[in-house]
């Protein structure tokens, strides 16, 4: 899910001084490949590391297809990601590798950690659009591509459908019609959004990230401060002072319709109370889905993004590359990696996937979406008009959530500004070369 919490990521110079090498040369592809202990005369062992461990059942089913066509590779899986970085630092990395796509990944792009897969075939059955967003996070060199797409969840509001047919609300296309919904349902004892502010996270990938992401340009902001480095006065159009004021008010608005007790409920007690109708709406993605069903199965969603403005066709939905596909640039299997990695990324392989995982297929003829719960949602997604969330940007080390939490508890927005302007200021201090 979008708030897994994730280790601090080693900066460059303490992952090259771990592994006892003195530069980017140190990711070079190495040459040779001898047989392993155990491993049979004739056959390649692949490892493919990748980091949802909800959905290892689905690829062990595709790496047992894979091996039957490809009887000389043999692909062991591995989904602790905690085993990342050491393998770096041993020089022994993961051949194959799926991440979900935002800062910490994006680091590793940028240091040269995956091998450029631009020459592939299978790259250009990518759509664009998709690969545009793993190209907006920086590429190595200015021009690889060190990751293709593989699964895109759009995250957007939540609602059941027959607590609006029961009071005759339609789905909002504007803010004055969302706020005029949740005064409906207030005014009828009806919860508009169940909380989970005991969770952080839930406050950052829903109220922050959908407030942002619908009312500003996210990914130029992030992008012309990245630019600036660590020099940006609070006053500057690059600061987050400057930029992201406008939208504190109607993240409090947002936070304000939830139940009494919202503090104290974490994302569990979300998917067991909204699936028990104890709430018109629900700022959740499409990874809440299934836990709603499983609390109530003749529960009725659907979703739509949230409209942050009152032009409808401004409104966006909050995407994230939910898995992308990298090999590892200093594998010394680097053909047979590529093999396995063509294979996930048939169709067959890649359209399954999504459609089990309430998610989209980023390959270009892709079907459109069966499952009538993203239906609200979908149009929004095949047009490009979506973002990547703004609290996808911030490294590990910084704590967000944390920070977005407090602000939501105490409402001192510019204590919140300035804090997170300092820390992006340290970030930028400590990342510059």
Known sequence: MSGTARATLPSRRSLFRAAGLA???????????AAGAGQQAGVTTLRFMQN???VVGYFNQVIKDFEALNPDLRVIQDFNEGNFVPGLVRNDPPDVVTRG??????EFVRKGIFAD???LPVAKTVDPKFQALISSWGQYKGNETSALPFSIAAAGVIYNRDIFAAHGVAVPTTWEAFIAACETFKAAGITPI???FKDAWTLRQGAFDYVTGG?????GFFRDLMAKGANIPQSAPESFSKHYRSSLPKILQLASYSQNGAASKNYSDGNAAFGKGQAAMYLQGPWALSQLVQANKDIKLGTFPLPVTNDPDQTKVRVNVDMALSITRNTRKRAAAERFLNYLLE???VNTYNEKNAAFSPLIGAPAVSNPHLHGVAAHVAEGRYYQGAGTYFPPSVPMNNYIQSFVFNKNGEQF????????????ERTAV
Do not use: H, I, N, Q
Request: hydrophobic share 40%; net charge negative; proline share 7%.
């Open 23 to 33: 530069g980017a040369t140190a990711f070079l592809p190495l040459t040779g490949c």
């Open 52 to 54: 949802k461990p909800e």
């Open 101 to 106: 796509f935002a800062t910490e990944t994006a």
């Open 117 to 119: 897969l631009s020459g």
């Open 194 to 196: 169940y909380g989970t």
């Open 215 to 219: 009312m500003l340009d996210v990914g």
């Open 347 to 349: 169709p067959s392989v």
């Open 417 to 428: 500004l300035t804090t997170v302007d300092d820390e992006w200021r340290r970030v930028a």
